[in-house]
T-cell receptor
Framework: GNSVTQMEGPVTLSEEAFLTINCTYT??????LFWYVQYPGEGLQLLLK?????DKGSNKGFEATYRKETTSFHLEKGSVQVSDSAVYFC???????????FGTGTRLLVSP | GAGVSQSPSNKVTEKGKDVELRCDPI?????LYWYRQSLGQGLEFLIY????????KSGLPSDRFSAERTGGSVSTLTIQRTQQEDSAVYLC????????????FGSGTRLTVV
């Protein structure tokens, strides 16, 4: 079945450091890929998405490129801020009933 | 409405009682999903509605869980004879076309079974 694997957290960085959170997937067909973010005490928010191979999703300085050859969708940001501290979820939308399949989430902690 | 609305935001119930959780999706969104987020766990899919029908109920953990959707809009998730392991945040999401536009989540209902 479809699945998403994310790197274990927490990821601890200093402000202005470079961020990478790895995400790989297993899927039949051609899923859409998403990153969601959950700030402390809040609900899930869509951060970015990509619907086909080689697409790059971007938002708020975050980027991720849909790599079909490596079945990956790694999240990157060039310079993190304290306000980026949150849990980040990688997800795919399967081609059947389109339900989202989530990774286990990666907690990011950014210190000043 | 402007977003996905869930109620109540918090619910504390005694073990063995029944609870109903409500989701009001974004107007016009035909697809509606229920997920569960337990402490220290990921997001667990429960059920998917397209209109008023539920073509995918594969995530419901037991027959104590049921859900319905009426008028292609509001959905209710019912848990009968609640158990402590049902304690979690129950999330609802809606979409017009999930693959193209993504999914909008509500803030969730935090259920605590004591």
């Amino acid at each position: 079945g479809n699945s998403v694997t994310q790197m274990e957290g927490p990821v601890t960085l200093s402000e202005e450091a470079f961020l990478t959170i790895n995400c790989t997937y297993t899927a039949t067909g051609y899923p859409s890929l998403f990153w969601y973010v959950q700030y402390p005490g809040e609900g899930l928010q869509l951060l970015l998405k990509a619907t086909k191979a080689d697409d790059k999703g971007s938002n708020k300085g975050f980027e991720a490129t849909y790599r079909k050859e490596t079945t990956s969708f790694h999240l990157e940001k060039g310079s993190v801020q304290v306000s980026d501290s949150a849990v980040y979820f990688c997800a795919l939308s399967d081609t059947g009933f389109q339900k989202l399949v989530f990774g286990t989430g990666t907690r990011l902690l950014v210190s000043p | 409405g402007a977003g996905v609305s869930q109620s109540p935001s918090n619910k504390v119930t005694e073990k063995g009682k029944d609870v109903e959780l409500r989701c009001d999706p974004i107007s016009g969104h035909t697809a509606l999903y229920w997920y569960r987020q337990s402490l220290g766990q990921g997001l667990e899919f429960l059920i998917y509605f397209q209109g008023n029908s539920a073509p995918d109920k594969s995530g419901l953990p037991s027959d104590r869980f049921s859900a319905e959707r009426t008028g292609g809009s509001v959905s209710t998730l019912t848990i009968q004879r609640t158990q402590q392991e049902d304690s979690a945040v129950y999330l609802c999401a809606s979409s017009l076309d999930g693959r193209a536009y993504g999914y909008t989540f509500g803030s969730g209902t935090r259920l605590t079974v004591v």
